[in-house]
T-cell receptor, first 112, second 113 residues
Framework: AQSVTQLDSHVSVSEGTPVLLRCNYS??????LFWYVQHPNKGLQLLLK??????LVKGINGFEAEFKKSETSFHLTKPSAHMSDAAEYFC??????????FGAGTTVTVRA | GAGVSQSPSNKVTEKGKDVELRCDPI?????LYWYRQSLGQGLEFLIY????????KSGLPSDRFSAERTGGSVSTLTIQRTQQEDSAVYLC???????????FGPGTRLTVL
């Protein structure tokens, strides 16, 4: 069985400061791991995907995530937050690359 | 090019009525997925179609839910005898043969009164 736990339901940061969104996963296999973003009134968009090629994955808009098997974690980071980063972020796991299991989501607010 | 489209964008229905939700995937995508996003349950997988293979229906919550995909393209999700707990945003996604990325549509917001 596969599942993800997003450790923070809400994260608030100041513009220009780092963002850290925490995610732990549970999977019976070597999973694929994803981060998706959902801006208000917009569809889900893929930020990045881990497929075992490299443990540090770079995504769009300056985001990156590090896969740590020993900690079963896949935390998302960005060095400097922009106002446009305000959105809901979902950590996602898949054992079979088609059935996605989503975390509960983390809402990010960015303060000017 | 055009992304995944869904219709209607909003649907309000009365308890007990049937509803049909439509998804138009990205042209050429062989795989199509339905998910449900609700306040209580978060985002849940419902069903997956891949080419002409039998769909994976393991996520459908009850036999009131069904989906079909005609001609390997457009898909319809049908909910019979709707209940208030069916109120949610229903999301459709499609992907190419490599399945690398699922592209999501804007969703249909269903409200059952």
């Amino acid at each position: 069985a596969q599942s993800v736990t997003q450790l923070d339901s809400h994260v608030s940061v100041s513009e220009g400061t780092p963002v850290l969104l925490r995610c732990n996963y549970s999977s019976s296999y070597s999973p694929s791991l994803f981060w998706y973003v959902q801006h208000p009134n917009k569809g889900l968009q893929l930020l990045l995907k881990y497929t075992s090629a490299a443990t540090l994955v770079k995504g769009i808009n300056g985001f990156e995530a590090e896969f740590k098997k020993s900690e079963t974690s896949f935390h998302l980071t960005k060095p400097s937050a922009h106002m446009s980063d305000a959105a809901e972020y979902f950590c996602v796991v898949s054992d079979d690359d088609y059935k996605l299991s989503f975390g509960a989501g983390t809402t990010v607010t960015v303060r000017a | 090019g055009a992304g995944v489209s869904q219709s209607p964008s909003n649907k309000v229905t009365e308890k007990g009525k049937d509803v049909e939700l439509r998804c138009d995937p990205i042209s050429g995508h062989t795989a199509l997925y339905w998910y449900r996003q609700s306040l209580g349950q978060g985002l849940e997988f419902l069903i997956y179609f891949q080419g002409n293979s039998a769909p994976d229906k393991s996520g459908l919550p009850s036999d009131r839910f069904s989906a079909e995909r005609t001609g390997g393209s457009v898909s319809t999700l049908t909910i019979q005898r709707t209940q208030q707990e069916d109120s949610a945003v229903y999301l459709c996604a499609s992907s190419g043969a490599d399945g690398y990325e699922q592209f999501f549509g804007p969703g249909t917001r269903l409200t059952v009164l």
